[in-house]
């Protein structure tokens, strides 16, 4: 924290609030109107790089999470210009760096980073955020300073935090089902976007991106030949190699999440190629075979020889829900929190950091809205009419089935999405609660933000025509900054996991969005180009297989073992969802998915989420008086 108010008792306890993030060490340095709080996890220079990190003069302060992946070369280069490196740890380049680009250090930082960096010359606090939202960090302005953390509930221990909420954000939660950037679940507190820093200066915030990807993304090839598409298979391969090494240095022992699919298969091909020992892998399942992808990780595993581990969930599970609400401290809907949560456990118990194939499905083109998308572009040439003839409402009527994704819900999805503008469709079909479902939800309906004004706002800043490519920065800017990357960080640091992300190195990502859109999409297959090569690699099962997801049988467990946890919660009179949320609008969509008359799941879970994070704010505003969530 910075400003006239410092106190070091309060950062003392933010930093206590953070010890899972950090079990290992902890350090403070406290000055001149500032207050710096660290908690460590050690996973190089393990018995060096104490934070708070400092330069040889003492005048630049920083403390740090996450990992510097290219800080080899940058302490090289720091040591040729005369600077002395007292450490072998990756963090010690930041005050250094900072002496000779100032603000503009990040632009040559390759890593998943939050770092807070105080200036005592200039009197000026710096907060940053890798490029794509890796590690997170949260902040709270005040009139005479402003206070900041690793997560939002640590803010919570600042005595002047006021934690009346942001019902506009709660609004964009129930159409998304995760809060985006800026917004947190608090009025009183920001999320930093990434690839942004922010400067504090006596008083004064001002906020820049520092990183755009439509400033550096190369030049798009020519339309391709088989052999050019060769070409960029090979230099593919290339990246994915360099990608994973950059991931692979480490103390401490390494795992991967191995999912059974495609994106994980090709990181587990690479490190086990460029490692010495057997691979550790970690595997989650259900008993629904639908949803699981055991069997596939069971054969990856074997044929590259991995150490691996596996774990069957059962409804059980969700007597963990609370401990989930308690990590990301507002609600958060991605029911694959779950199934992350207790494979984080497992993999804890042998390894200090995993590697995982997030990312892959926003630069590779591997989800089903994808390929919604351009069915959409075709249907958008037909008369409207068509759409409402009788195979139109047959589908209507189809039985809702036992898939992951039923296909009535998967059709009436896609057709009532088909009036919105295509660069907000992909968006939408994601999405959880309509504008007009959320009218009908709400009491007294909040000023909406709308998910619309986020695409409109990320949509300028890329300028490609393909609808597919736009598609991709869109869900590279929104959907995997704020659920996918929010839930792998929080899951894995509850349980002090490391977890680190290869398919979002910087050099891949922008090689990959240099790319025109039919290397990733090829006659409605996604990840055209990384099947390719990945061509004798990987089983053709893996090569040819659909995309699965990560998502616990929300449907199922829902009428059966989960059903009296859901009514309990959110049918509950009296309690804190009746006060915001029309009690009748619940309780029919609990009565429909019941009757197995529609599929509701993901938004009984929705909804189930703001429940449990009502609980808890009530419980510690009933401990300390001091939370309340009542506007």
Same mark, same amino acid.
């Given at each position: 924290m910075a400003g006239r108010r410092v106190s070091a008792a309060t950062v003392e306890r933010i930093t206590a609030a953070l010890r899972h993030r950090g079990p290992e060490d902890e350090g403070l340095y406290r000055n001149e109107g500032v207050a710096l709080g660290s908690r460590r996890l050690r996973i190089l220079d393990l018995e060096g790089a104490r934070q708070p990190l400092r330069n040889e003069t003492g005048d630049i302060i920083a403390v740090f999470n996450g990992e510097i992946y290219n800080y080899r070369e940058l302490r090289q280069e720091l040591a040729a210009k005369g600077h002395r490196l007292t450490t072998e740890g990756d963090g010690e380049v +930041?005050?250094? /760096?900072?002496?000779?680009?100032?603000?503009?250090?990040?632009?040559?930082l390759e890593g998943m980073f939050a770092f807070a960096l105080w200036d005592r010359r200039e009197q000026s606090l710096w907060l940053a955020r890798d490029r794509f939202g890796v590690k997170p960090l949260y902040y709270s302005p005040r009139p005479e300073g402003i206070v900041f953390s690793s997560e939002l509930g640590a803010l919570l221990e600042d005595p002047d935090f006021s934690t009346e909420p942001d *019902? %506009?954000? +709660?609004? +964009?939660? /129930?159409? /998304?089902?995760?809060?985006?950037?800026?917004?947190?679940?608090? %009025?009183? $507190?920001?999320?930093? #976007? #990434?690839?942004?820093?922010?400067?504090?200066?006596?008083?004064?915030?001002? *906020?820049?991106?520092? &990183?755009?990807?439509?400033e550096e993304r190369a030049p798009a090839p020519p339309k391709l030949a088989s052999q050019t598409e060769a070409a960029a298979a090979e230099e593919l391969r290339a990246h994915l190699r360099q990608a994973v090494a950059r991931r692979m240095v480490s103390d401490v022992p390494l795992g991967l999440f191995l999912s059974g699919g495609l994106d994980s298969a090709t990181v587990l091909s690479f490190m086990a190629e460029q490692s010495p020992k057997p691979v550790k892998t970690f595997s989650i399942g259900f008993r629904e075979r639908q949803f699981s992808e055991l069997k596939m990780a069971r054969r990856l595993a074997r044929r590259f020889g991995c150490e691996h581990h596996e774990l069957v969930l059962t409804p059980d599970a969700v007597s963990e829900l609370p401990k989930l609400t308690e990590a990301f401290h507002e609600p958060f809907g991605d029911s694959s929190a779950l199934p992350t949560y207790c494979l984080a456990r497992m993999a804890r118990r042998d390894v200090t950091a995993c590697l995982g194939g997030d990312g892959g499905d926003e630069i590779f083109a591997g989800y089903e809205t994808y390929r919604a998308l351009q069915i959409?572009? &075709?249907?958008?040439? *037909?008369?409207?009419?068509?759409?409402? %003839?009788? #195979?139109?409402?047959?589908?209507?009527?189809l039985p809702l089935g036992h898939g992951k994704?039923?296909?009535?819900?998967? &059709?009436?999805?896609?057709?009532?999405?088909? $009036?919105?503008p295509p660069r907000e469709r992909t968006v939408r079909w994601r999405g959880i609660f309509s504008t007009a479902q959320r009218a009908r939800l709400w009491r007294q309906p909040p000023p909406s933000v709308g998910a619309g004004a986020l695409v409109a706002r990320?949509?300028?800043e890329w300028s490609d025509a393909a609808p597919l490519n736009r598609a991709l920065y869109l869900d590279l800017r929104l959907y995997l900054a704020d659920d996918i990357l929010t839930k792998f960080d929080r899951m894995t640091m509850a349980h002090s996991l490391e977890g680190r992300e290869p398919l979002l190195d910087t050099d891949?990502?922008?090689?990959?969005? @240099?790319?025109? $859109? =039919?290397?990733k999409m090829?006659?409605?297959? @996604?990840? =055209? /180009?990384l099947r390719r090569a990945m061509r004798g690699r990987l089983p053709g099962a893996v090569l040819r297989g659909k995309k699965q997801g990560f998502s616990i049988p929300l449907g199922p467990w829902l009428r059966g073992p989960l059903r009296s946890l859901a009514e309990e919660h959110l049918l509950a009179p009296g309690g804190e969802l009746a006060y915001w949320f029309e009690p009748s609008a619940i309780a029919a969509l609990l009565r429909e998915h019941m009757a197995a008359q529609a599929d509701h799941g993901r938004q009984i879970w929705n909804l189930l989420c703001i429940a449990l994070w009502l609980d808890r704010v009530a419980s510690c505003r009933n401990a300390s008086g001091a939370y309340a969530v009542r506007a």
């Amino acid at each position: 924290m910075a400003g006239r108010r410092v106190s070091a008792a309060t950062v003392e306890r933010i930093t206590a609030a953070l010890r899972h993030r950090g079990p290992e060490d902890e350090g403070l340095y406290r000055n001149e109107g500032v207050a710096l709080g660290s908690r460590r996890l050690r996973i190089l220079d393990l018995e060096g790089a104490r934070q708070p990190l400092r330069n040889e003069t003492g005048d630049i302060i920083a403390v740090f999470n996450g990992e510097i992946y290219n800080y080899r070369e940058l302490r090289q280069e720091l040591a040729a210009k005369g600077h002395r490196l007292t450490t072998e740890g990756d963090g010690e380049v +930041l005050v250094h /760096l900072y002496e000779e680009h100032g603000g503009s250090l990040t632009r040559r930082l390759e890593g998943m980073f939050a770092f807070a960096l105080w200036d005592r010359r200039e009197q000026s606090l710096w907060l940053a955020r890798d490029r794509f939202g890796v590690k997170p960090l949260y902040y709270s302005p005040r009139p005479e300073g402003i206070v900041f953390s690793s997560e939002l509930g640590a803010l919570l221990e600042d005595p002047d935090f006021s934690t009346e909420p942001d *019902l %506009a954000a +709660l609004d +964009l939660y /129930l159409e /998304l089902n995760y809060i985006p950037s800026p917004h947190t679940v608090y %009025a009183a $507190a920001r999320k930093l #976007p #990434p690839a942004t820093m922010l400067r504090w200066r006596r008083g004064e915030l001002r *906020l820049f991106r520092y &990183w755009v990807l439509e400033e550096e993304r190369a030049p798009a090839p020519p339309k391709l030949a088989s052999q050019t598409e060769a070409a960029a298979a090979e230099e593919l391969r290339a990246h994915l190699r360099q990608a994973v090494a950059r991931r692979m240095v480490s103390d401490v022992p390494l795992g991967l999440f191995l999912s059974g699919g495609l994106d994980s298969a090709t990181v587990l091909s690479f490190m086990a190629e460029q490692s010495p020992k057997p691979v550790k892998t970690f595997s989650i399942g259900f008993r629904e075979r639908q949803f699981s992808e055991l069997k596939m990780a069971r054969r990856l595993a074997r044929r590259f020889g991995c150490e691996h581990h596996e774990l069957v969930l059962t409804p059980d599970a969700v007597s963990e829900l609370p401990k989930l609400t308690e990590a990301f401290h507002e609600p958060f809907g991605d029911s694959s929190a779950l199934p992350t949560y207790c494979l984080a456990r497992m993999a804890r118990r042998d390894v200090t950091a995993c590697l995982g194939g997030d990312g892959g499905d926003e630069i590779f083109a591997g989800y089903e809205t994808y390929r919604a998308l351009q069915i959409s572009l &075709w249907c958008d040439r *037909l008369p409207r009419r068509w759409l409402a %003839a009788p #195979p139109a409402s047959w589908l209507d009527r189809l039985p809702l089935g036992h898939g992951k994704v039923p296909l009535q819900y998967r &059709w009436r999805k896609f057709r009532s999405e088909l $009036a919105a503008p295509p660069r907000e469709r992909t968006v939408r079909w994601r999405g959880i609660f309509s504008t007009a479902q959320r009218a009908r939800l709400w009491r007294q309906p909040p000023p909406s933000v709308g998910a619309g004004a986020l695409v409109a706002r990320i949509g300028e800043e890329w300028s490609d025509a393909a609808p597919l490519n736009r598609a991709l920065y869109l869900d590279l800017r929104l959907y995997l900054a704020d659920d996918i990357l929010t839930k792998f960080d929080r899951m894995t640091m509850a349980h002090s996991l490391e977890g680190r992300e290869p398919l979002l190195d910087t050099d891949l990502v922008r090689f990959m969005f @240099g790319l025109p $859109a =039919h290397f990733k999409m090829r006659r409605l297959q @996604g990840k =055209h /180009l990384l099947r390719r090569a990945m061509r004798g690699r990987l089983p053709g099962a893996v090569l040819r297989g659909k995309k699965q997801g990560f998502s616990i049988p929300l449907g199922p467990w829902l009428r059966g073992p989960l059903r009296s946890l859901a009514e309990e919660h959110l049918l509950a009179p009296g309690g804190e969802l009746a006060y915001w949320f029309e009690p009748s609008a619940i309780a029919a969509l609990l009565r429909e998915h019941m009757a197995a008359q529609a599929d509701h799941g993901r938004q009984i879970w929705n909804l189930l989420c703001i429940a449990l994070w009502l609980d808890r704010v009530a419980s510690c505003r009933n401990a300390s008086g001091a939370y309340a969530v009542r506007a």
